[in-house]
């Protein structure tokens, strides 16, 4: 059974980093993609970053590009977000998401499972 499980999430600092963990099961992610997707209140959820476990390519979006960095950790069945220079606007609710025929990793529509999410709030 594939599962997705979100940590890490907190309060910082504008400035500040944080490190947000998705932890899966049930499948592996040679034959995978995993995606790091974002929701703002009032706002549409966004892609954020993504691997591929296949051939190890990278996305980043423009809004995050230079300040965040994905990583996997085939040990732990570990997926990592490593977040820097955090700024108020990257407040949202982060959920890590996968599936196996995605063709353009930033779009939500192509993802099959999704975790629960975890909070980051960015204010002073």
């Known amino acids: 059974q594939v599962q997705l499980v979100e940590s890490g999430g907190g309060l910082v600092q504008p400035g500040g980093s944080l490190r947000l963990s998705c932890g899966f099961f049930g499948f592996n992610l040679d034959y995978h993609v995993i995606g790091w997707f974002r929701q703002a209140p009032g706002k549409e959820r966004e892609g954020v970053s993504c691997?591929?476990?296949?051939?190890?390519?990278?996305y980043y979006s423009d809004s995050v590009q230079g300040r965040f960095t994905i990583s996997r950790d085939n040990v732990k069945n570990t997926v990592y977000l490593q977040m820097n220079s955090l700024k108020p606007e990257d407040t949202a609710v982060y959920y890590c998401?996968?599936?196996?025929?995605?063709?353009?990793?930033?779009?939500?529509?192509?993802?099959?499972?999704w975790g629960q999410g975890t909070q980051v709030t960015v204010s002073s």
């Open positions: 998401a996968t599936g196996a025929l995605i063709r353009t990793c930033y779009l939500e529509y192509e993802y099959d499972y």
């Open positions: 691997i591929s476990g296949s051939d190890g390519s990278l």
